[in-house]
Each structure stands twice: as structure tokens, then as C-alpha cells.
């Protein structure tokens, strides 16, 4: 929410306007091109996630910068039909689903072993047994290198940044939940189904 350039950029090349000065198609080869660094950086990743912060620090919501990461390859492959673009997608999928470091599925519901309490004052049974769970498919914000609460801070020091994660509702740096996150988990959960 905070940087939204590349929305804009993103709303620039698929959204039909009469805005001047307007060049639509160096907006989404300025995408394919992002698309193709993305790529590179996940050719590069044990896990296949194309997200590589700098010093291998992973930032609060890292698993948002992930699925913002594939929408972008997922407009590449919209621009440009090119295969390579739909699989980055699906290999990022597959990190967030369970191929990671933890073997945690950061999507709720998912797999054998899933993220269960995330932070959260309404899905919160882990702190009042009488409030549910989050519900099937809402995406934890992941392994976060900064330690900013309590919990991550007394069972996380010294961890490898990609296991910087706890699943504990007050973890609210590693594991909340946010619309923001979880809309873009729908939107690239839209593209993947159209495929």
C-alpha cells in the first residue's frame, strides 16, 4: 500500500484511457521487462519464489512481495503468451503452498501443514476458543528477518531469514493478515484458474 507505482503501471497497460501522453505499449514492455528480472530471480532460488531481498533479508509481508511479484509475470504471459511467464506463476504458487524452507503452506486450509493462527482480532481461536479459525485461503504475510514482536523475537533469534516465521496469533509481524495481501492472493488465484 505504501509504493504503487507499480499499479499504476500495471493499470496503465491494461486498462483503456484516454489519459495524454499515454504509451501503452512501453508500459507493458516496462512490465514483460520486469517480468523477465523476476524470472532470473527465481531461476536463482532454492525454492523457486521470485523474491530475493537484498542481504537475504526477508521484509514484513514477504509473501505479498511474492504474489505481487507473479501478478507481474502473470500479465507478462497476458501480454505476451509466452509460457515461461504462466509457469513462473505456478512455481511461485508452489512456494507459498508449501515449497519452502518451513514446508509450511502460508495459504489457510491447504496442504497437511498450513499456517492456522494468523494474527487477527476476529479469526482468533488460538487466543478465545469461542472465535474460528481464519477461514480456508487467507495468505500469512510470512518469514519476516526483523523480528518486530515479542513472539518472533523469544523463539526466532538467530534464524535463517526464510524461517523467520512462527505460526502464532501474536506474531503479528511473521504471520498477519491484511486485505491488501489477500486480494492479491485472489487476483493471481483468478489468473491460475483461467489457465
Not at 512456494?95 to 519452502?100: A, D, I, K, P, V
Request: glycine fraction near 8%; aromatic fraction near 10%.
Amino acid at each position: 500500500w505504501a509504493n504503487v507505482a507499480a499499479l499504476g503501471r500495471l493499470t496503465l497497460a491494461t486498462v483503456p484511457s484516454t489519459l495524454p501522453d499515454r504509451d501503452r505499449r512501453a508500459a507493458r514492455q516496462s512490465i514483460v521487462d520486469a517480468a523477465d528480472r523476476y524470472l532470473d530471480t527465481q531461476a536463482g532460488e532454492p525454492f523457486g519464489q521470485p523474491y530475493a531481498p537484498p542481504g537475504g533479508r526477508y521484509d514484513w509481508g514477504s509473501n505479498h512481495l511474492i504474489v505481487q511479484n507473479a501478478i507481474v509475470m502473470a500479465r507478462a504471459y497476458d501480454f505476451t503468451k509466452e509460457p515461461r511467464y504462466r509457469d513462473g506463476v505456478l512455481e511461485s504458487l508452489d512456494y507459498l503452498f508449501g515449497r519452502n524452507a518451513l514446508n509450511i503452506a502460508y495459504v489457510t486450509g491447504y496442504g497437511t501443514v498450513y499456517a492456522k493462527n494468523q494474527h487477527s482480532r476476529w479469526f482468533a481461536n488460538q487466543a478465545d476458543p469461542s472465535l474460528p479459525h481464519p477461514p480456508k485461503g487467507s495468505l500469512a504475510g510470512g518469514p519476516n528477518s526483523s523480528l518486530v514482536d515479542t513472539v518472533a523475537q523469544r523463539m526466532l533469534e538467530g534464524c535463517a531469514p526464510q524461517t523467520c516465521y512462527v505460526d502464532d496469533i501474536e506474531s503479528f509481524g511473521t504471520n498477519e493478515i491484511t486485505i491488501n495481501w489477500n486480494a492479491a492472493l485472489a487476483e493471481l488465484a483468478a489468473f491460475v484458474s483461467e489457465q
